[in-house]
């Protein structure tokens, strides 16, 4: 079993509904238990760093996404959900993150478009599981932060946006997607089937 978490800050419905296309049935829950019994899970994202970091500490899920990562399953943050899985975001003031990779999130600094919004290719800097059977090519993205890693060797995936931009991040277990799979096409699927098929669910 796979789980979605929903401590009300998600795109939910539409990653559960890209894991239900691909044939696979995720569990939308915010029930500790459940989670901690899954094998493996996704912590999705929508808004503001710190309002979401609130919301996680005010639940527990905060520390349960913690030892769930510690449990050495799967884990994979989407959009916000993979900023929330680093150390500090500077959005709207300093935020705590939930510390599980080493590294920052800072905005954009230029005179180009804020947010970062459309389609933009995506280039693998190393191999991953996440990568089984998949071809370069673009994804799409939403997202006015990005990451800046503690450890280059977390970088799995990159695109440019008048810089590098940190686009998919994994180290061991934890896995992150700056951009979002669930409306990415056909790359943005099979990147959630090789995750799906990382937890050892079955189609």
């Known amino acids: 079993m796979v789980v ?3 401590y009300g800050r998600g795109n939910l419905h539409s990653v559960s509904k890209a ?8 569990v939308v829950t915010s029930d500790k238990q459940l989670i901690m ?30 030892r769930f990562a510690e449990s050495g399953k799967p884990l994979l943050g989407i959009c ?19 510390n599980l990779l080493p590294g920052d999130v800072v905005r954009f600094q230029g005179t180009y478009k804020v947010p970062h919004m459309g389609w933009n290719r995506l280039v693998l800097q190393q191999d991953s599981p996440l990568f089984r059977n998949l071809e370069e090519g673009h994804v799409y993205f939403v997202h006015s932060y990005h990451a800046i890693l503690g450890r280059a060797e977390d970088l799995l995936a990159s695109t440019d946006y008048y810089q590098p ?9 934890v896995y992150g997607m700056q951009f979002h799979p669930e ?19 079955k189609e």
């Open 37 to 66: 019994e899954a094998d493996g899970a996704i912590l999705p994202g929508v808004g503001a760093f710190g309002d979401a970091m609130a919301e996680l500490a005010a639940t527990g899920l905060d520390e349960v996404v913690k």
């Open 80 to 98: 916000l959900g993979m900023q929330l899985l680093f150390t500090h975001s500077e959005e709207h003031g300093m935020h705590a993150g939930l």
């Open 165 to 173: 931009v940190t686009a998919i991040v994994g180290h061991n277990n």
């Open 4 to 6: 979605i978490i929903d």
């Open 19 to 26: 894991v239900e296309r691909l044939g696979y049935e995720a």
């Open 183 to 201: 409306k990415s096409g056909s790359l943005g699927m099979q990147l959630l089937s090789n995750f799906m098929a990382l937890c050892g669910a």
